[in-house]
């Protein structure tokens, strides 16, 4: 397992298909309205006095996948960010879902509002970023209630509500999704902290130095545990956002950077489901190994 700290900093080599994309990155304030929001909050705010500029925004066919997708907005010219295109506060951790399957759930990655980091821009969930969408609809007050037809929605008009979080209840078809300029993020592994420190009661003191997930989520507002089944060990990132790579750090381009962790071939990932189909009860034995 390899510890050191590595900056992430999204590059892309795949195709893309362009069917599933177009973008609105300029400021032509022709598009369709921008939702107002209070910076560092996670929901829009329809109080905000100060009417803003559109912010850049794309539009995704729902059957792209996220790793499509952020491969299509770092592409792209126009963000003026630390690293190339643009990209969200934060993405599923999983890059083959697609994003009518993220949208449904109210898929999120991990990051909340620090202080001191310069990203304008609402957090939430990917559906937060929602600012239009099409979808297949029958209207039932309509001259033909029993069929469908395919509706455009705008973020707040009303009816959108019940699609922005659907749970599958709910046919999309695209959807545009505000984006904010590119970034470079630091991601620091801690593998020394017992999940006993890590998930400790969060005390007034948590946030003076004591090793809790807490005090790392105030400091950066983006941790992921990856805690090991029946094991006393807990693999800890922790990502910062970072304008340059600090020295100590290793300068990467692209997704899945722990091949340990994200490259199982067939064979292993087949031999393990036949070992846990077969004998469950190995499971406490094997576990503690895995890390
Ligand atoms: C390994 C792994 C890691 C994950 N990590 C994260 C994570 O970090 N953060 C997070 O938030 N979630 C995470 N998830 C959960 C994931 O975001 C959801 O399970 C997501 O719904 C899966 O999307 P999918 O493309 O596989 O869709 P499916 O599993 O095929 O579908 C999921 C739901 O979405 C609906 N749906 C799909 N497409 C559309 C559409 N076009 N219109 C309307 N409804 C649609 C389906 O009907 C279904 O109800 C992870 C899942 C896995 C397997």
Redesign the pocket.
């Known amino acids: 397992m390899r510890m050191g700290q590595a900056e992430q900093l999204h590059g892309q080599t795949a195709r893309l298909d362009a069917r599933f994309f177009s973008s609105y990155f300029g400021d032509d304030s022709s598009h369709k309205s921008s939702p107002r929001r209070h910076h560092g909050t996670s929901s829009f705010n329809d109080n905000d006095s100060k009417v803003r500029q559109p912010p850049p925004m794309a539009k995704v066919q729902?059957?792209a996948t996220i790793d499509a997708l952020m491969n299509f907005l770092e592409q792209q010219s126009g963000g003026k960010g630390t690293a190339p295109g643009y990209s969200f506060p934060h993405i599923?951790?999983?890059g083959n879902?697609?994003i009518?399957?993220?949208l449904?759930?109210n898929?999120?990655?991990t990051a909340i509002p620090v202080l001191g980091e310069d990203i304008c821009t609402s957090y939430g969930s990917l559906s937060n970023r929602i600012l239009a969408f099409t979808a297949v609809v029958t209207d039932p007050d309509g001259a033909t209630p029993d069929r469908y037809a395919i509706r455009e929605f705008n973020r707040g008009e009303g009816d959108d509500r019940a699609f922005l979080a659907?749970?599958?209840r709910?046919?999309?078809l695209d959807a545009t999704l505000e984006v904010i300029d590119n970034y470079n993020m630091r991601c620091q592994s801690f593998v020394d902290i017992s999940p006993n420190v890590l998930f400790q009661a969060p005390t007034p003191e948590s946030s003076n130095g004591h090793e809790s997930l807490m005090t790392f989520l105030q400091t950066t507002g983006r941790a992921e545990v990856l805690w090991y089944p029946l094991s006393d060990k807990a693999w800890l990132k922790v990502w910062t956002v970072t304008k340059s790579k600090p020295h100590t750090s290793t300068a990467v381009k692209l997704p899945y950077n722990y091949p340990f962790s994200h490259n199982m071939s067939k064979f292993q990932g087949l031999f393990l489901k036949t070992v846990i189909h077969l004998w469950p009860s190995l499971t406490p034995r094997f576990s503690p190994h895995v890390y």
Request: hydrophobic share 45%; net charge neutral; glycine share 28%.
């Open positions: 729902s059957g599923p951790a999983t879902l697609t009518g399957g993220v449904a759930i898929g999120h990655g659907h749970l599958g709910a046919f999309l």
